[in-house]
């Protein structure tokens, strides 16, 4: 039986044991969170999520190289971003948003980001939620389609 992680409670370190483990068979993680195990040989990546392969991870083939076709199901992308508690004030929740955005803009995270393989882009409320929603939609229907025993 293939078992894998595709729940957004645990934690990407909780996959990475689990995967290095033996204890689950796949999961979805971005590259910035598994390189060093990729480099150590405790994992193997078996796809990329994107219409491009990943500058940092020049061998391993998108899901569409592989004949696996998930957009058509919608989008598909790793997404990481910032929340706020519930009920933050307005003006609060802009200037967090305004920091942010600055810092994404900068050329030492743009610099960082590359290097870790990471698309940046400065999404925020409502398209945010959309995208999130939207992700999670597809991955639900993907995911079996992916997961298969090699």
Do not use: H
């Amino acid at each position: 039986m293939l078992t894998m992680s595709m729940f957004p409670t645990r934690a990407a370190q909780k996959v990475l044991t689990d995967l290095a483990g033996k204890q689950i068979d796949a999961g979805v993680l971005k590259p910035s969170e598994v390189m060093a195990q990729i480099q150590g040989g405790l994992i193997k990546p078996v796809g990329v999520f994107s219409n491009e392969r990943v500058a940092i991870l020049p061998k391993v083939p998108t899901f569409a190289e592989k004949k696996i076709d998930v957009f058509p199901y919608g989008l598909l992308e790793q997404m990481s971003y910032l929340v706020a508690p519930k009920g933050i004030a307005p003006e609060r929740a802009q200037q967090l948003q305004e920091m942010f955005a600055k810092a994404l803009a900068s050329d030492s995270y743009k610099s960082f980001a590359k290097e870790f393989g990471m698309k940046v882009s400065d999404v925020r409320g409502d398209e945010l939620q959309k995208q999130a929603v939207s992700n999670q939609q597809t991955f639900n229907t993907v995911a079996p389609k992916i997961f298969t025993k090699q």
